[in-house]
């Protein structure tokens, strides 16, 4: 079936940019998310990408997609402790209504 | 604008006994979810709504059953709880299918002894 993969932990300096990977398996997914959970809270839509962009810029976040080796990245630029928490990448299965979710990266910002 | 709530925010069960989930949204949103996030791992589906009196089944839904009477709430039962359904449940809310979930609620955080 479906997968999402993501490395489980980042550690970045406050100020530098952090990048969080994640790879896909549904080749047919239209959209692809990012979303930030924060510690006790619900999850947060941070940005998507539609299947046909390589790359979606909102302030300091950038999304890059690579369609051909299934590959999501999102890049924060001048990271702040503020983005310290977990980021979830997700695709959409039009066929269940369903979400894939990844296990999530834990971004660690080092003051 | 409330946007998705979740009542109760805690509890505490012992195996066997039952409880309701109850989720609420006010922005009349056709389409309803519940899922549970453990551990390391990321969110899974249990059953989702995709309109008022409508549900289906996710990906995890053996243990929970799910009502949609009115579109503004969308409960989820545990008929005979299990330590496996230690948990944390979200619901979430949106427009349409096929598009970003936007709205979750705070989540719910279940414990079975």
């Known amino acids: 079936g479906e997968d999402v993969e993501q490395s489980l932990f980042l550690s970045v300096r406050e100020g530098d940019s952090s990048v969080i990977n994640c790879t896909y398996t549904d080749s047919s997914s239209t959209y692809l998310y990012w979303y930030k959970q924060e510690p006790g809270a619900g999850l947060q839509l941070l940005t998507y990408i539609f299947s046909n962009m390589d790359m979606k810029q909102d302030q300091r976040l950038t999304v890059l997609l690579n369609k051909k080796d299934k590959h999501l990245s999102l890049r924060i630029a001048d990271t702040q402790t503020g983005d310290s928490a977990i980021y979830f990448c997700a695709e959409w299965e039009d066929s269940s209504y369903k979400l894939i979710f990844g296990s999530g990266t834990r971004l660690l910002v080092r003051p | 604008n409330a946007g998705v709530t979740q009542t109760p925010k805690f509890r505490v069960l012992k195996t066997g006994q039952s409880m309701t989930l109850l989720c609420a949204q006010d922005?009349?949103?056709?389409?309803m979810y519940w899922y549970r996030q453990d551990p390391g791992m990321g969110l899974r589906l249990i059953h989702y709504s995709v309109g008022e009196g409508t549900t289906a089944k996710g990906e995890v839904p053996d243990g929970y059953n799910v009502s949609r009477l009115k579109k503004q709430n969308f409960l989820l039962g545990l008929e005979s709880a299990a330590p496996s359904q230690t948990s944390v449940y979200f619901c979430?809310?949106?427009?349409?299918?096929?598009?970003?979930?936007?709205?979750f609620g705070p989540g719910t955080r279940l414990t079975v002894l």
């Open positions: 922005m009349n949103h056709e389409y």
């Open positions: 979430a809310s949106s427009y349409s299918s096929g598009r970003a979930i936007e709205f």
